[in-house]
């Protein structure tokens, strides 16, 4: 309790020098109260967007050519729309508003251990456990991205898989899909394409969510696909990257429709949907032979006359053969 309390204090006093004692009640969904509050002071997430601008300014750049009102704007409305749980003052752990202000002032003396904590994503304190993030991910994936997933279960198991690193670069990571996550709010599907799975070519590549699902999930001895992440990765490039996120709901011959049987369903049942995550399979993302048919067009192109030639001679095949296992096209790659 002692610590507890004086937590508090310190918090309280740094805010007090940043905002004057200002604090109101919150206008969050919950309508929960600030512990402490002055009548016309600001709102809370206010005073958060007021303390990240001083002493984080980094978690809300000016990449638009927003004007500093305009991007506290967008961090005000990102923040009552993400934030329900205002919790209490001093709170330096935990998923909520009063945790990410407590950061978001500690900052003030030391930002690069505490400005990652300040912002929307929680970094590694604002979290109620461990999982959190991918349960912040998948409630602004469920509720502005509808459709990517199939449930919320498949989003969060699928969410486990994701590398981490920094929403300050767009890689192949968990914290750039957040970061599109919550701004799909305001962009719609751009985002989401971003944000999903596969990561829209922004965060990271489609051949590699493929790798990274495949190898975290078909690794038993029955199950394995490719014996290491390059043959995954030169594997994925016959199939090329075009493609969406949502392929998977209509079965589409591609890398992203097999990115989806590689994520949460082959770590729930890797026996059934490994298989479907292998380049050649005919029961989803498209048939053997028409896959084989169109890696040869665009790989080996002068090995059959036409698409018709190619279908007839791999009428029958055992997949296991076809190319890049047969001899006489191994050369033949893009």
């Not at 709102?43 to 927003?66: E, H, I, Q």
């Not at 790798?211 to 014996?227: F, I």
Request: glycine letters at 8%.
């Amino acid at each position: 309790m002692v610590s507890r309390r004086l937590t508090g204090l310190a918090a309280a006093g740094l805010l007090a020098l940043a905002l004057s004692s200002c604090l109101s009640d919150p206008q969050l969904k919950t309508c929960a109260d600030f512990p402490l509050g002055t009548a016309g002071c600001p709102a809370p997430c206010t005073v958060y967007c007021g303390l990240v601008a001083r002493n984080c300014p980094a978690l809300y750049a000016d990449d638009d050519g927003d004007d500093a009102a305009e991007r506290q704007a967008t961090c005000e409305a990102q923040c009552v729309e993400q934030l329900s749980d205002a919790g209490e003052l001093g709170d330096r752990t935990g998923n909520t508003l009063q945790c990410r202000v407590t950061h978001a002032a500690l900052a003030a003396r030391d930002a690069a251990t505490h400005c990652p904590n300040a912002d929307l994503g929680g970094g590694t304190q604002c979290l109620e456990a461990a999982g959190e993030g991918c349960q912040l991910y998948c409630d602004l994936m469920t509720e502005h991205c509808a459709g990517l997933y199939p449930n919320r279960a498949n989003c969060e198991e699928s969410c486990k898989t994701f590398p981490g690193g920094s929403e300050d670069v767009d890689a192949n990571t968990f914290e750039c899909r957040l970061k599109y996550a919550r701004d799909a709010a305001l962009e719609g599907s751009l985002a989401c394409e971003k944000a999903s799975l596969n990561g829209g070519g922004v965060c990271g590549t489609p051949c590699e969510a493929y790798c990274d699902h495949v190898l975290a999930n078909c690794s038993d001895p029955d199950d394995v696909l490719y014996a290491d992440r390059p043959a995954c990765m030169a594997a994925c490039a016959l199939l090329g990257e075009d493609g969406a996120a949502a392929d998977w709901q209509t079965e589409m011959n591609t890398v992203h429709c097999r990115t989806y049987h590689a994520s949460a369903p082959a770590s729930f049942d890797s026996e059934t949907h490994c298989p479907h995550a292998a380049l050649y399979n005919d029961v989803h993302c498209g048939d053997t032979c028409d896959t084989y048919c169109r890696i040869m067009a665009s790989s080996c192109s002068e090995t059959y006359e036409d698409d018709a030639a190619c279908q007839a001679a791999c009428e029958g095949a055992d997949p296991t053969t076809l190319f890049p296992a047969d001899p006489p096209h191994d050369v033949c790659m893009p």
